[in-house]
T-cell receptor
Framework: QKEVEQNSGPLSVPEGAIASLNCTYSDRVSQSFFWYRQYSGKSPELIMSIYSNGDKEDGRFTAQLNKASQYVSLLIRDSQPSDSATYLCAAPSYNQGGKLIFGQGTELSVKP | DTGVSQDPRHKITKRGQNVTFRCDPISEHNRLYWYRQTLGQGPEFLTYFQNEAQLEKSRLLSNRFSAERPKGSFSTLEIQRTEQGDSAMYLC???????????FGPGTRLTVL
């Protein structure tokens, strides 16, 4: 199992819907998780971090962490076409400093 | 602009040439990271510095790659004798000593012909 895994998508949702992006992880990462948004040709932009079990909300974004299931997700409410991007899940490597291990990213397309 | 900056933004070179990239982190950040990203993949870790000390290097970082952070501020990444497989986006990120939130610069896109 890879340390951090995501479905590559693409995930297509209509404008105004909830987009749900998922990520699973192995025991080889520390249990802090980061969601980055990456527009085509641009660099990753940090949008959410989550460190403890449960939900964390920030505007239209909600990150959910379930340590028992080794599962982290990002929900985007009221999706907008401007949310169309690749979403990267990342976690620090366990016992190896602060380097981040990234999933391959999920491409989200929000259709008007 | 107080974010991470990288220079150049784009670099086209011929196979066998040497290239050097620069990264200026957010000013109060102690840690600086280099990653490489190819199309359709997430960033892959290359190396990181805590202040001026290089603490870890990935096995991806062959002996053609070298990185420095001489005064604990900006960093350079040099690739010697470039190969076509080196074509990628080279990303720099920085973070505070405590905590793992990393902020990325705009990247340097390298094309090796």
């Amino acid at each position: 199992q890879k340390e951090v895994e995501q479905n590559s998508g693409p995930l297509s949702v209509p404008e105004g819907a909830i987009a749900s992006l998922n990520c699973t992880y192995s025991d080889r990462v520390s249990q802090s998780f980061f969601w980055y948004r990456q527009y085509s040709g641009k660099s990753p932009e940090l949008i959410m971090s989550i460190y403890s079990n449960g939900d964390k909300e920030d505007g239209r974004f909600t990150a959910q962490l379930n340590k028992a299931s080794q599962y982290v997700s990002l929900l985007i409410r009221d999706s907008q076409p401007s949310d169309s991007a690749t979403y990267l899940c990342a976690a620090p490597s366990y016992n190896q400093g602060g380097k981040l291990i990234f999933g391959q990213g999920t491409e989200l397309s929000v259709k008007p | 602009d107080t974010g991470v900056s990288q220079d150049p933004r784009h670099k086209i070179t011929k196979r066998g040439q040497n290239v050097t990239f620069r990264c200026d982190p957010i000013s109060e950040h102690n840690r600086l990271y280099w990653y490489r990203q190819t199309l359709g993949q997430g960033p892959e870790f290359l190396t990181y510095f805590q202040n001026e000390a290089q603490l870890e290097k990935s096995r991806l970082l062959s002996n053609r790659f070298s990185a420095e952070r001489p005064k604990g501020s900006f960093s350079t990444l040099e690739i010697q004798r470039t190969e076509q497989g080196d074509s990628a986006m080279y990303l720099c990120a920085s973070s505070l000593l405590i905590g793992n939130e990393q902020f990325f610069g705009p990247g340097t896109r390298l094309t090796v012909l």
